[in-house]
């Protein structure tokens, strides 16, 4: 385990979805003991720390994303004591264990909500969420026209104890999922208190889901689109939150943070100045459709970003709203290569293109500098699953749309670990939450693991080459493909130097620790540059890169 306070700047974090990685009491849903029973696999792949998506009590409207208490654990998931002999364990195995908060909205079913329910309109309860008078002449219309990212009002009334119809509270997701107020100094203390909690119980750090959302502009003005307006200009009060979470993880040295933020580089940036947060999801390299110009600027723009401020960046391929990777690219011409939080369009295409693609922008996530994210089952290759049977869906995208939008379930199907049949050893009983479709047989953890030329081989490769080559993850990138070439070639051409190479200082030295990190995503085979290819997502016929394939080149031969 690294020992640097900074580990977090070029660490491989590994993202589990707690319901969907190990069942380990047979109720067909994930659990904490079952991560810890999966740290070996974990270990033995390569990654630097888990990120667990929320595994606290909650009311089950999405995926744990409403927290019903932020300081315990899901009895369907565990105990607090299971959380601390994972956290124990994986520090023992030389992990580091990040949690999510959730700081936007909490669960209706939390107690500060339930108790704002019960306290009359401008009681200090109520001030806790956002809760606005209705307009019309009996407030029987919602304060403004914003809408809910989940689709429909982001409004919902309520009936006031003494049951009269009553004021409106404000959530930007599902009703059920109330948005906090804060500007309440009761609502900065509770989360200075859950920090504290998850931190004094050993916790490396937090993703902080819609972090730049939560500030709003409380004179609830129409908007033209029906878009709420969130500021989060350098001047927004939302940094002076993230300054004092800063403070008090600055506490426990060695703790790190990483934003959920959907916004633009630059505003990211912001959020990431010193003083505020450690890092931002990369969702411009996780959205960039199959297009070598519009990947060539989307790393550069990111990189540009975050150097500006002295951030780390970070790379995304995939994570739980996300369609799987090796179905998202699977389309003709890249086209599906766009953001895809749904499943519809992601069986078409073929699935050998999709999964050479998902491959190379692997190879780019993990050489790139900056810390890389996976998704657990990526390495596996995992296909989105569209099939799954409506009455087992549980995403508010699907429920809320009515079924037409496919929603983010089939990104979220259990793990196959073994065997040659569902639940393939995620579970012991005969169903799991979201069933698994009886092809993964081929694709479990255990086949592939016995397999060389599989995706697993393959990701164990790039994780192990990733930790003993200088250029790769902690290097700097000296040279970049400009999206106007790139749009020629449909080549992007990384060049990274170690940094002990760039000490070096003088041209011989320099350019002898120099590496190449080609991604071919045009049609026919490119050139290779000379040298010596260290790794490559295909075997290779002489110095030519077939397309959808990337390589990783030394360019002197060592
Ligand atoms: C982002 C999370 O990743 C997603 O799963 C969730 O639905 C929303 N935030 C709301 O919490």
């Known amino acids: ?41 974990l270990s033995d792949l390569g990654v630097d720390a888990l990120w667990l998506t929320p595994f606290y009590p ?3 409207a999405d995926g744990g994303y409403d927290v019903a208490d932020y300081c315990q654990v899901d009895s369907q998931l565990g105990t607090l004591s299971d959380f601390d002999n994972l956290v124990a364990a994986a520090h023992a195995t030389g992990l580091r264990i990040i949690v999510d908060l959730v700081p936007n909205h909490s669960s209706h079913l939390h107690s500060l909500f339930q108790s704002a329910l019960g306290a009359p309109p401008g009681s200090p309860e109520r001030d806790a969420y956002l809760f606005a008078d209705g307009t019309g002449t009996d407030g029987s219309n919602p304060p403004n026209n914003w809408r809910s990212v989940f689709g429909g009002s982001s409004w919902t009334r309520v009936t006031e104890p003494d049951g009269s119809p009553g004021q409106w509270y404000y959530h930007l997701f599902a009703p059920e999922q109330p948005d906090f107020n804060w500007e309440s100094p009761l609502v900065q203390r509770y989360f200075e208190d859950v920090l504290r909690f998850w931190l004094s119980r050993g916790v490396d750090g937090f993703r902080i889901d819609v972090s730049d959302a939560l500030i709003k502009d409380t004179a609830w003005p129409d908007t033209a689109d029906g878009n709420p307006l969130i500021p989060k200009d350098s001047a927004s009060p939302v940094h002076d939150i993230y300054r004092r979470f800063r403070q008090i993880m600055d506490e426990y040295p060695g703790t790190t943070s990483v934003l959920e933020t959907g916004a633009d580089e630059d505003t990211v940036a912001l959020f990431l100045r010193p003083g505020e947060m450690h890092q931002a999801f990369n969702f411009r390299f996780l959205k960039c459709p199959w297009d070598a110009s519009a990947l060539a600027s989307a790393i550069a723009e990111s990189l540009g970003a975050t150097s500006a401020v ?13 369609a799987r990777a090796a179905s998202r690219y699977a389309g003709e011409g890249g086209l599906a290569g766009s953001y895809v939080p749904s499943s519809t ?14 491959k190379s922008l692997a190879v780019l996530a993990l050489s790139l500098p900056g810390s890389a994210y996976l998704y657990a089952g990526q390495e596996l290759g995992l296909p989105e699953v569209t099939d799954l049977p409506d009455e087992t869906r549980t995403d508010p995208v699907f429920l809320r749309s009515g079924g037409a939008i496919l929603g983010r379930d089939g990104c979220r199907v259990p793990l196959p670990w073994e065997g040659a049949a569902p639940p393939f050893g995620f579970s012991n009983a005969p169903q799991t939450w979201l069933p698994q479709p009886p092809g993964w047989a081929s694709l479990t953890a255990q086949k592939q693991g016995e397999d060389e030329a599989s995706t697993l081989s393959f990701f164990r490769r790039l994780l192990r080459l990733r930790r003993s080559h200088p250029a790769l993850g902690t290097g700097r990138l000296v040279a970049l493909t400009d999206p106007a070439s790139a749009a ?12 002990a190479a760039l000490a070096l200082g003088d041209a011989s030295g320099r350019a002898a620790g120099r590496t190449q990190v080609v991604v071919n995503l045009g049609q026919c085979p490119a050139p290779l540059p000379q040298g010596r290819v260290v ?15 990337a390589a990783i080149v030394n360019l002197y031969a060592d």
Request: charged content about 15%.
């Open 535 to 549: 790794l490559a997502t295909t075997e290779l016929e002489g110095a030519q890169l077939p397309a959808d394939c």
């Open 58 to 60: 909650s009311g089950g």
């Open 345 to 358: 369009t992601a069986a078409q295409g073929a699935p050998d293109r999709g999964l050479a693609r998902a």
């Open 488 to 499: 020629e070639s449909h080549v992007v051409v990384a060049t990274l130097e170690s940094e």
């Open 310 to 322: 002295g951030a780390p960046a970070t790379w995304v391929v995939e994570n739980h709203d996300t």
């Open 1 to 41: 385990m690294s020992t640097s306070p900074e580990w977090w700047r070029s660490a491989v974090v590994y993202q589990v979805y707690p319901r969907s990685f190990q069942d380990t009491t047979g109720n067909g849903v994930g659990d904490i003991p079952g991560v810890t029973a999966r740290l070996p696999y």
